[in-house]
T-cell receptor, first 111, second 113 residues
Framework: SQQGEEDPQALSIQEGENATMNCSYK?????LQWYRQNSGRGLVHLIL?????REKHSGRLRVTLDTSKKSSSLLITASRAADTASYFC???????????FGQGTTLQVKP | EPEVTQTPSHQVTQMGQEVILRCVPI?????FYWYRQILGQKVEFLVS????????KSEIFDDQFSVERPDGSNFTLKIRSTKLEDSAMYFC???????????FGPGTRLLVL
């Protein structure tokens, strides 16, 4: 499998519920970044978590990182229809800042 | 809030033609990147650029591709002779320092016919 794999591939929930997406990776990292992409649009940066950090929060978003398991999770609490998008994790393992993206999780939040 | 901009938003070209995709990174950023996303697939790294030279490139970034920072603001990706498989969304990104948040532009959707 490849660096930065998310699961599930697709997630459908009701508005108000929490959504959890997971990302696994293979090599050691400098940091891991989560992005959101609305259909056919650009990538919006959500959170960066460094290899020496375990948890970060931003509004309704909570990201955890477990370097021993080489995994990260993104939790969106109290989801809204506007959260409907694809979510990608991207790992930075190089000296140049190159990001390796996963396949993404497609989240649908039903009103 | 400063943002990365890209032009054009859409480009249609014939196979074999040259295209130049343009990006204006955030003004005080020093590291620049190009990525691409083929429809329905994941985002793939193409090239990183710092101090007026390529710092890393992927296998995709072959001799048909080149990058340039012709002045203090623009960052361009040139594809010399486009192929059908070059059809994709191309994203430019920039960051102030390595291993920091990369800010992406809205992308250029390239269609090669």
């Amino acid at each position: 499998s490849q660096q930065g794999e998310e699961d599930p591939q697709a997630l459908s929930i009701q508005e108000g519920e929490n959504a959890t997406m997971n990302c696994s990776y293979k090599t050691s990292i400098n940091n891991l970044q989560w992005y959101r992409q609305n259909s056919g649009r650009g990538l919006v940066h959500l959170i960066l978590i460094r290899s020496n950090e375990r948890e970060k929060h931003s509004g309704r978003l909570r990201v955890t990182l477990d370097t021993s398991k080489k995994s990260s999770s993104l939790l969106i609490t109290a989801s809204r229809a506007a959260d409907t998008a694809s979510y990608f994790c991207a790992t930075d393992s190089s000296n140049t800042g190159k990001l390796i993206f996963g396949q993404g999780t497609t989240l649908q939040v039903k009103p | 809030e400063p943002e990365v901009t890209q032009t054009p938003s859409h480009q249609v070209t014939q196979m074999g033609q040259e295209v130049i995709l343009r990006c204006v990174p955030i003004s005080n950023h020093l590291y620049f990147y190009w990525y691409r996303q083929i429809l329905g697939q994941k985002v793939e790294f193409l090239v990183s650029f710092y101090n007026n030279e390529i710092s890393e490139k992927s296998e995709i970034f072959d001799d048909q591709f080149s990058v340039e920072r012709p002045d203090g603001s623009n960052f361009t990706l040139k594809i010399r002779s486009t192929k059908l498989e070059d059809s994709a969304m191309y994203f430019c990104a920039s960051t102030k320092e390595r291993q920091e948040t990369q800010y992406f532009g809205p992308g250029t959707r390239l269609l090669v016919l």
